[in-house]
């Protein structure tokens, strides 16, 4: 585990300066050890809210050409883009694998555009098919795919304790090749309960779960779920930048990782809203139900 503040990376032209920002990073190890830098650092991040920091980031200049986004037009009620997303449906096996508690469907209460451009994925307390809650999961997998380039969404997330959104890819191979040899990449992941920090992960052999390499951002004087923000990566051979509203936060490289890169093929888009599982544990009494997120856009570029 290491704290930094500020994450600069060298090189020429662009020149981001954040103000008021002030970056948390944790390596995971272990789900115990991650509790207790949880911890940890909430109190740093207390004690730290009240500073003003300014860091200075100097990025490599990349230059991208826009290859695919969905921008969520459409009539309220309508259901997202057939030609760009399909669903999960179900319960998944073990909960989607995290022991999560949502039935995911397709139907409009659970993930609709609003009609002024946004996808409303939205997580109900309701009794459904078995379950205790039900949400919706879109991706593209089968649909689009790409290895390497800049994937950005905006999103505004959901909160509540035991609320689990997510922008994330998984390898499209993962049929051939399950998960984790496949790769997962997480762009965005929150817990509702922490509604100042957002995680960025990849998910590998020998590293998945709770030994993924993470690292979590934190907002000192906002919260994630009052606006909306843009979360992204960018990722080429050997490297995975990830940002919050364009401020680098990790960067990952086949050195910070503690098996094989699996980051060198075509991954697909999902976004979903989970209930329950092993990264937010349950919802409580005291989480307001329904909880929605709502995405702008996603963006899919190439580097020129
Ligand atoms: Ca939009």
């Keep these: 585990m290491y704290i930094s ?47 003003e920091k300014e860091a200075v980031q100097t990025l490599p200049e990349r230059e991208w050409t826009l290859v695919w986004s969905d921008d969520f037009n ?16 179900g319960t998944g096996n073990n909960g ?9 469907t397709s139907r409009s209460s659970n993930v609709q555009l609003d009609g002024t451009g946004k ?53 499209s191979n993962i049929d051939a090749t399950p998960w984790p040899q496949c790769g997962e990449i997480d762009i965005m992941e929150q817990r509702g309960q922490q509604p100042s920090i957002t995680y960025g992960s990849v998910h590998g052999p020998g590293y998945s779960g709770g030994n993924a390499k993470t690292k979590a951002y934190g907002l000192t004087n906002g919260r994630f779920d009052t606006d909306y923000h843009i979360y992204a990566i960018e990722w080429g051979e050997g490297y995975i930048d990830y940002f919050v509203d364009d401020f680098l936060y990790q960067r990952i490289t086949p050195e910070d990782v503690t ?19 092993n990264f937010v544990g349950f919802p409580t009494s005291g989480t307001p139900f329904p909880q929605s997120m709502y995405v702008d856009y996603v963006k899919v570029f190439k580097q020129k």
């Design 74 to 89: 459409g009539a309220a009620g309508a259901s997202p883009d057939n030609t760009k997303w399909s669903f999960d449906i």
């Design 259 to 277: 098996g094989q890169w699996v980051y060198d093929h075509p991954f697909f888009i999902i976004l979903n809203v989970a209930v329950g599982g």
């Design 119 to 171: 996808l409303v994925i939205t997580a109900r307390s309701e009794s459904f098919s078995g379950a205790g809650f039900t949400s919706a999961r879109i991706k593209t997998k089968d649909l689009y795919a790409q290895a390497y380039g800049r994937f950005e969404a905006r999103i505004k997330t959901p909160s509540g304790p035991g609320v689990w959104p997510a922008f994330w890819m998984l390898g």
């Design 5 to 51: 503040i500020g994450n600069i990376i060298n090189t020429k032209s662009q020149v981001l300066i954040v103000k008021k920002r002030i970056m948390i990073s944790i390596n995971i190890k272990s789900r115990t050890s991650f509790l207790k830098i949880v911890s940890f650092s909430m109190v740093l991040f207390f004690l730290l809210s009240s500073c």
């Design 96 to 104: 989607w694998g995290n022991a999560e508690l949502q039935y995911y």
